[in-house]
């Protein structure tokens, strides 16, 4: 009476034993509790759901590999194994010394920054090196070699392609050894942990800015101009003629490259009248300030004012100055104004006077801010 009132047939779980059975309403599933040891309901709407038939009742059976589970080597396999996880291990510990070196070498000078880029070139090197020798040993050693031919299919998503996916997704995962050997997988993430916390680190270069900086140089009353390379003070007469120009250096700073970074200037000799002064002892736009010069003799900041390059070169016949990088070009007979190129504003004047020796020396540091615009906005919060 009892089968025939509840209509069960061969095979139905029980009554209870599995929430959401067809025929029990929301009321009746509450409080109803699935059997330790059948599967999970929710399992059969799981993306990468287990289909392996004959582990418990109602599951589909089991279909047939593509990809093979295993390499055939399996001795072979276990020695590759221990070769990849070491190359692994030293690829983390190169990313660490990457990490460490940028910590380590401080660049505060051009022999700090070649051995800083040794450094890190280095370390960064040679942990891309190793999970490259790495990961070409697992795929050579460790995965079967397998040619699959995958038709093109309507780009459509049905649940015959879902668990199509799942099938070739558990397959491959077995394949790749990815899940069988925890020691790969393991190493594998500690490898690249310091390979992405490098970029973080390296968000230190972002700060602090600059602030005022970039406004003044080492410049100041009474410092000699040095002949840069000879090392040797200047005197005006040293000028046989017209025409030459000079690269200058501040005294006591001929060996700081952080300092000439923005303090290298150039001077040139003028013949009389090629110059167009100004009285004032102050900048004018396009005039040269006449108090802040030596018998004709000039100094401009040699900084480019577009990125920074040093101009360099100097073309007598038009008095031009012309910077080697993109091409920004100077008239030094009129305060070294902008007449082509992307430059936005005239090379700064240096004001120059003689000492009590005869020798050219500085009347004071730059009265405005060398360097390219940008410089200026360093200051800013």
Request: negative net charge; contains cysteine.
């Amino acid at each position: 009476m009892s089968d025939s009132t509840h209509g069960q047939g061969p095979g139905e779980p029980e009554e209870g034993s599995l929430p959401g059975a067809q025929g029990e309403t929301g009321e009746e599933s509450q409080g109803r509790h699935r059997v330790i040891g059948t599967p999970s309901p929710a399992e059969s709407r799981l993306l990468l759901a287990e289909t392996a038939g004959g582990s418990a009742p109602g599951l589909p059976a089991a279909k047939p590999r593509t990809l093979p589970a295993d390499p055939q080597d399996m001795a072979g396999a276990k020695r590759a194994e221990k070769i990849v996880a070491a190359c692994f291990i030293l690829a983390m510990l190169a990313g660490f010394g990457f990490i460490a070196s940028y910590v380590i070498f401080q660049v505060h000078s051009v022999t700090n920054v070649l051995h800083s880029n040794l450094a890190l070139g280095t370390c960064m090197g040679l942990a891309f090196l190793l999970l490259g020798v790495g990961a070409t040993i697992w795929v050579r050693r460790l995965m079967p070699y397998v040619e699959l031919t995958e038709m093109r299919h309507p780009m459509r998503s049905e649940p015959e392609n879902r668990e199509a996916f799942a099938d070739t997704f558990k397959e491959g995962a077995d394949t790749s050894q990815f899940v069988k050997r925890p020691i790969l997988r393991r190493t594998l993430i500690a490898a690249t942990v310091p390979v992405a916390v490098a970029p973080i680190v390296l968000l230190r270069d972002l700060g602090p800015l600059p602030r005022e900086s970039l406004d003044h140089t080492v410049w100041r009353k009474g410092m000699r101009l040095l002949n840069y390379g000879a090392n040797t003070p200047i005197r005006p007469g040293d000028f046989s003629s017209p025409g030459g120009m000079i690269t200058v250096v501040p005294d006591g700073f001929q060996n700081d490259f952080n300092a000439l970074a923005k303090a290298a200037c150039i001077i040139i000799k003028f013949a009389p009248g090629q110059v167009v002064y100004t009285d004032h002892d102050y900048p004018v736009p396009n005039l040269t300030v006449k108090n802040w010069t030596v018998d004709n003799i000039v100094c401009y900041s040699k900084i480019c004012t577009h990125v920074g390059c040093p101009a360099a070169l100097y073309e007598e016949t038009t008095h031009h100055i012309l910077c080697p990088c993109h091409q920004s070009t100077f008239d030094a007979t009129r305060g070294a104004k902008v007449i082509f190129g992307p430059a936005t504003r005239p090379l700064p004047q240096l004001p120059m006077t003689v000492d009590a020796e005869g020798y050219l020396v500085a009347r004071s540091d730059f009265t405005e801010p060398v360097g390219p615009s940008f410089w200026e906005r360093g200051n800013s919060s």
